[in-house]
């Protein structure tokens, strides 16, 4: 009788008949990320959570790590207690490029503190073989959370690559974000370090009209004998709606004539948005004439100005300003010239929205000559 060995086969030669016996290596685990933390979820409740994410791969290939469609995985915690697989908040994303499974488990909400320690990960191929891999110890879990600033829970933004804005939970922790649609993550951001409060999401643009979840992980130095590691403390998740592009406002502005030789006081704007927007809704403090003339805070006014059914809102500009800006960036040869200024700002949202209206310009009498000085 003659061995020889190919690779993962062993090749048996005995009289005339070739016998293949495969030799099966267990499933291997690998990636593994533990959170305990404390949490405020999209719906603005707080609660304790824990979680994990792993990857899992078998040199036989991803079949081999399927039973009947479903991967065999026990999760043991400290206590010793085991948790039913699969449940609720239990992922499974196969890799082919990669011949390996991404298992996420989110275990929330918890009524108490999640149990800290190391938990004890078993996978079991087809074959009948198993991988056991031990976690690194949790050691801690914060008892506060990160605070998101942009964009808002349940708000409506309007970028389709936003930038996303938070503050600062400690001197030294790092963060990572992660976008979620209909319960499957489509980005998640790099590590992002100390001192770094933005990010601009660089994923699949985010389709209007469609509602995410952005998860933001905080991470923070955790010293296990020699070893030093990072890992999820907290975690706070939001929900937000990708609207429409700018909103297009309807502008009236009284006058309708501006005679550069009054002394009125105001540039009176009435403000109409769209069906669907509030003009209750419109922060005045961010609304701005031409990007250079702030509107004043006071007075302001819900009204309907031109009778059409449509609340407009009204507020006012400085008319000195307003005229010094007409000075500035129009040449005024003519005695009447019309000029096209824009309003825009931002609702209490952050919706953006802008309108434009003509104005006339009525440059005054040769003795008013002095308009005319830039």
């Known amino acids: 009788m003659k061995k020889a060995v190919y690779g993962m086969l062993i090749v048996t030669m005995l009289l005339g008949t070739v016998m293949l016996v495969r030799t099966a290596s267990p499933p291997e685990i690998y990636g593994v990320w533990t ?14 959570g824990q979680g994990m994410i792993l990857q899992v791969t078998d040199s036989d290939g991803l079949n081999n790590l399927l039973i009947d469609g479903k991967i065999s995985i026990t999760i043991r915690a400290p206590d010793g207690f085991t948790y039913p697989l699969p449940t609720d908040g239990f992922f499974v994303t196969a890799n082919p490029e990669t011949n390996n499974l991404v298992i996420q488990w989110y ?105 995410y979840g952005l998860h933001l992980f905080v991470f923070e130095d955790e010293t296990v004998g020699e070893s030093e590691f990072r890992r999820v403390i907290s975690r706070r998740a939001v929900s937000f709606t990708v609207g429409p592009s700018i909103s ?79 000075l500035n960036a129009v040449s005024l040869t003519e005695k009447f010239t019309t000029v096209t200024l824009t309003i825009a700002g931002r609702l209490n949202d952050e919706t953006q929205f802008q309108g434009s209206a003509t104005i006339k310009i009525v440059v005054p009498s040769p003795k008013g000559a002095r308009a005319f000085s830039r």
């Open 35 to 48: 959170l305990t933390a404390y949490a405020v979820v999209g719906s603005g409740s707080e609660q304790w």
């Open 248 to 326: 297009m406002a309807t502008i009236d502005l009284h006058p309708e004539a501006l005679n550069l030789a009054s002394r009125g006081e105001y540039v009176t704007a009435y403000v109409e948005l769209p069906a669907g927007y509030d003009v209750a809704d419109i922060n005045v403090l961010t609304v701005m004439l031409n990007d250079t003339v702030r509107a004043e805070p006071q007075p302001t006014a819900i009204g309907d100005y031109d009778r059409d059914g449509i609340p407009d809102l009204m507020m006012k500009f400085d008319r000195a300003k307003v005229e010094q800006h007409v």
């Open 107 to 211: 275990n929330e909400p918890l009524s108490q503190p999640p149990v800290l320690g190391s938990y004890e990960i078993t996978v079991t191929d087809r074959d009948g073989l198993s991988t056991t891999y031990i976690t690194q110890p949790t050691l801690r879990v914060s008892n506060r959370v990160p605070t998101i600033c942009y964009p808002p829970n349940f708000g409506i933004i309007h970028e389709t690559k936003p930038t996303f804005i938070w503050e600062a939970f400690s001197t030294d922790a790092e963060y990572r974000l992660e976008v979620v649609f209909r319960g499957e993550t489509i980005w998640a951001s790099h590590a992002i370090l100390p001192g770094q409060f933005s990010c601009v999401y660089d994923g699949p643009e985010l389709a209007r009209g469609e509602t």
